[in-house]
């Protein structure tokens, strides 16, 4: 598994044990990433810029830091 899908996953964790609305949530990380995280494969590489779109999206939609 790489760096991009287990940032993913995380994020998906933290939506569900927070209790926020799944579809709201993922939409504004959509918006601010430019990509659904419930389409990141285990297999998908490892996008640099992909990765850094989703830490800054972590940061300011759910204030999560992803390291």
């Known amino acids: 598994m790489g ?3 287990d940032y993913c996953s995380q994020i998906q964790r933290h939506i569900e044990a927070r209790g926020l609305d799944v579809f709201k949530t ?4 959509a918006i601010e990433c ?3 995280i419930t389409l990141v494969d ?3 590489a490892d ?4 990765i850094e779109s989703l830490r800054r999206a ?3 939609v759910l204030g999560l830091s992803l390291d």
């Open 47 to 50: 996008d640099p810029e992909k």
């Open 3 to 5: 760096k991009l899908y």
């Open 42 to 44: 285990e297999n998908d």
């Open 34 to 36: 430019g990509f659904l």
């Open 58 to 60: 972590a940061r300011s």
């Open 26 to 29: 993922r939409g504004a990380l």
